[in-house]
């Protein structure tokens, strides 16, 4: 009896200890579930003062008991008045308007917990965002065949405006409901097939994208953009294709722009954080890259070509220029373009991608996207990418669309091609390679890529060759060897090239070997690129007249007034595709619009811009400013344009003998007056005589020899027609500090060698011309490659120390012999020099005895 009277006050107290501890749970969970109510709160622990991320009813409760152990600092007072709305508990989508009321609720109670319950519950459910800021015009469910704008932008940058000033109350709310929703967003759109999906299914994308600059944290947009692009990996084509064309529509170039650079901070950090054991993050952002790369074409400045009249098909029939056919077709209406006409095709990838077939997009005809090309280059990732690795991964697909629809192929290193994978083996999701995605990657990147793809065509030939050779007892010919004199070098490298074009034109795609006839030289090399350079000088001399050149810009342009035959032509393009195939640098001057036409474009007005067509003349056009001056007749606005440019569609252009002679560039134009009705038409007309049919016959035949080459290359896919001009003519580099920075040494040298020191102090005081003479020394080209002057791989090796001799060069391998000259002022007599070539050419054993050909130059000495 006394036990139990002393055990009650016992239990009396535990209890109220253990309903204390219930107590204090209760009210942390409420802190950190609903928050005390107050704005101004400033407990970190507290939901109320909107520092923390909402927290699941299992987390909450963990957290309160951790609270509560460490004492954590509890909220005393109550919470206020909730400006909860029994309405906004229930709604499943929003508008500008629902939010600017439930704003308008939680200003008035001065309590936000409504707010950030209300983007909770929205913004956290694909569905529910899905419906949100729809147009009024009933679109809900309709299936996804036809793409109509169904999102209310200017609702939703509304939204962004109200939002914007709040965004220290909702922000870590607002971050955690876009990663809930893609998170959901994954799964539903991996399992959901695309017939069952309507047009505001994807709509979570563009409304992600128009808030996400509401967060200001980088961190917490770099983890929305990683949830975005796992979610939108899952998305199937047509709603790529609707997304692509709603961005084009919902965000303007600054916005755009914006998003691209969110998405190359996702990549840099997938890059740096995960890629080398798993690049997934980095996959992920540059497909969703590739959407906004379509977006930003679609949404860009578009200009069609021409399409072709009948009287035009006429003109080139009675010229050989079509076939038959070609006439039929037109006569009946076809609506060919000139592109087909012309038995051409756009031989960019782009023709072969699902999404740009979907949305006929023809990117060589975009002259000024949204977001400028270069923009989309991902250093980083261009810096990290394993080439090599990643070029394999590329060739182990076959050349079908893009994921899933691909076949896979494997090595077989016994055959040494690649062969199909069984079907057993093949992966559902696969990604082709990031040089799939070319647009993403530097042109030194692709360059690379260039070289492996063009070295495993030439071991696969040579493996062919030898395998034939044996099999029909001759000896292989596991090169493409061109024996040429150098008093008749074009002769004889056009009737060279012709024979191997005609009996055997896989031979073409073989490692190229010169040999000038009555010299002895094995070509490692050096012999090749003086070929190319002695050929492109030659034929481009004014006396054969292929081109012409204007002084202005220093390009060349076909010369509709030639005398020459084809052949010529199809040599240069020959030696061009050649010079590509084998990496070797030329020393020529094309405008760009002569690269898209080798892709296949048709050259149209914005064409002119950088093209300046000073040999041709008309009655009204001033020389050297022809776009300017079209230009200027497209916005004339004022009512005379008859009477102040006094033109008609018929021109002035100069034959081969200098005379001018008409040409109407539709039937009757001598008689057709511009005027503000008809002057579009003329301006483009003009363009495309100047730029297409004017040089048809002479640019056929120098595309015809281009192709030979380049027709199984990558070339097309992987550049654009500016990146095709940098693979073909390099740039122009006279501050040789980079250089510097990557250059090796051998023999004894190093970058602290007095000899060195003294070198490098006597380049950097030349003259630009004589530094340009240098590289041209050394590298055999005074024109660097794609990648600048690191790409060049210069060593510089010592070569004794008789200090009588000249620095001497080995161009197949950008090797710079110096002797270990004595003194400084003997160095700079023997370096600070103009070069002048004097074709004299020796033979170098060097230490693997293997023989090359050493150029070496006569050196005139002049002090600077």
């Not at 922000?171 to 097939?193: G, W």
């Not at 998405?263 to 080398?276: D, L, P, T, Y």
């Not at 004889?492 to 490692?511: C, F, G, I, R």
């Amino acid at each position: 009896m006394d036990s139990d009277i002393q055990e009650k006050p016992a239990d009396v107290a535990k209890q109220r200890a253990q309903k204390k501890f219930s107590e204090l749970i209760q009210k942390f969970y409420h802190q950190l579930t609903k928050g005390c109510g107050r704005s101004s709160c400033d407990n970190p622990d507290c939901f109320s003062a909107g520092r923390m991320s909402p927290l699941t009813p299992d987390q909450a409760a963990v957290r309160a008991v951790d609270l509560l152990r460490n004492h954590a600092r509890l909220c005393s007072s109550s919470p206020h008045k909730s400006a909860e709305d029994p309405d906004f508990k229930t709604q499943e989508w929003t508008n500008d308007e629902r939010m600017k009321k439930c704003i308008h609720a939680c200003e008035t109670a001065g309590d936000y917990r409504l707010l950030r319950h209300y983007l909770g519950r929205i913004f956290s459910d694909p569905a529910r965002v899905n419906q949100s800021f729809l147009l009024e015009d009933g679109y809900r469910g309709e299936p996804l065949d036809e793409w109509r704008l169904r999102l209310d932008v200017p609702a939703l940058r509304r939204c962004y405006e109200m939002l914007k000033p709040l965004m220290e109350e909702v922000s870590p709310v607002l971050v955690n409901a876009f990663i809930q929703m893609f998170s959901c967003a994954e799964t539903d759109l991996a399992t959901r097939h695309w017939e069952e999906m309507a047009p505001e299914d994807i709509n979570m994308f563009p409304i992600a994208v128009e808030l996400m600059d509401l967060v200001e944290e980088e961190a917490s947009q770099l983890e929305i953009m990683r949830y975005l692009c796992r979610a939108h990996r899952k998305l199937r084509y047509r709603g790529m294709v609707y997304l692509c064309r709603t961005l084009v529509k919902a965000c303007d170039a600054a916005r755009l722009e914006s998003v691209v650079s969110k998405v190359h901070r996702h990549i840099a950090h997938s890059v740096s954080n995960e890629f080398i054991s798993s690049p997934d993050g980095a996959q992920e952002g540059v497909i969703f890259l590739r959407v906004l790369y379509c977006a930003s074409l679609l949404g860009g400045e578009i200009e069609k070509p021409l399409p072709c009249q009948a009287e035009e098909v006429i003109e080139r029939k009675n010229a050989g220029i079509v076939s038959l056919s070609d006439l039929i077709d037109t006569a009946q209406g076809s609506s060919r373009s000139r592109d087909a006409l012309r038995g051409t095709k756009v031989l960019t990838n782009s023709s072969e991608d699902p999404l740009f077939l979907a949305l006929d997009l023809e990117p060589l005809y975009v002259y000024k996207p949204v977001v400028p090309l270069m923009k989309f280059y991902n250093q980083e990732l261009s810096v990290a990418l394993p080439v090599e690795k990643d070029f394999m991964e590329y060739n182990e697909v076959s050349d079908g669309p893009f994921p899933p629809f691909s076949a896979l192929r494997r090595f077989d290193r016994n055959m040494f091609r690649f062969t199909a994978v069984p079907a057993s083996e093949k992966l559902l999701q696969i990604f082709l390679a990031f040089l799939r995605y070319p647009f993403v990657l530097t042109p030194m990147v692709k360059s690379t890529g260039l070289f492996y793809l063009h070295r495993f065509q030439m071991l696969q030939q040579r493996y062919y060759n030898t395998i034939a050779a044996v099999h029909i007892g001759q000896m292989p010919t596991p090169f493409l060897k061109l024996r040429v004199n150098r008093k008749t070098l074009i002769q004889d490298a056009l009737q060279e090239l012709e024979m191997v074009a005609y009996s055997d034109p896989t031979a073409l795609s073989k490692q190229l070997v010169v040999q000038f006839i009555g010299e002895q030289g094995v070509d490692e090399g050096g012999l090749s690129k003086e070929f190319f350079q002695l050929v492109v000088e030659e034929i481009f001399h004014p006396n054969y007249a292929l081109f012409t050149l204007n002084k202005e810009t220093n390009t060349h342009w076909l010369n509709s007034s030639s005398m020459e035959s084809p052949g010529h032509y199809k040599l240069i393009g020959l030696v061009i595709g050649l010079a590509i195939y084998n990496n070797v640098i030329l020393d020529v001057h094309f405008p760009t619009v002569i690269y898209k036409k080798l892709m296949g474009k048709t050259a149209t007005f914005h064409d002119l811009e950088d093209f300046d067509p000073t040999f041709l003349e008309s009655n009204f056009i001033v020389p050297q400013v022809l776009y300017r001056s079209l230009c200027s007749l497209l916005d004339y606005n004022q009512p005379d344009v008859e009477d102040v440019y006094e033109q008609t569609f018929e021109i002035a252009v100069r034959d081969c003998f200098g005379e001018f002679q008409k040409k109407c560039l539709k039937p009757g134009g001598d008689k057709i007056r511009v005027n503000h009705e008809n002057k579009l038409e003329f301006v483009k007309m003009y363009a495309d005589y100047l730029l297409n049919w004017s040089v048809e016959q002479q640019f056929s035949a120098f595309k015809k020899g281009f192709l030979m080459v380049t027709q199984q290359s990558e070339v097309f896919s992987w550049f654009t027609p500016g990146e095709v001009e940098l693979l073909v003519c390099g740039t122009v580099e006279t501050d040789l500090t980079e250089l510097e920075s990557f250059t090796k040494y051998d023999c004894g040298y190093s970058a602290d060698s007095e000899v060195i020191r003294w070198f490098w102090k006597a380049v950097h005081e030349m003259t630009s011309e004589q530094k340009l003479d240098l590289l041209r020394f050394i590298t055999g080209s005074h024109r660097v490659p794609v990648g600048g002057l690191k790409a060049l791989g210069l060593v510089i090796s010592r070569h004794g120390d008789d200090s009588s001799r000249l620095p001497s060069a080995h161009t197949c391998f950008n090797v710079l012999l110096l002797p270990g000259y004595a003194s400084e002022e003997l160095l700079r007599e023997r370096i600070q020099c103009d070069f002048v070539a004097d074709g004299v050419e020796e033979i170098f054993v060097d230490d693997l005895g293997d023989f090359c050909a050493q150029r070496r130059v006569a050196m005139i000495v002049r002090w600077i």
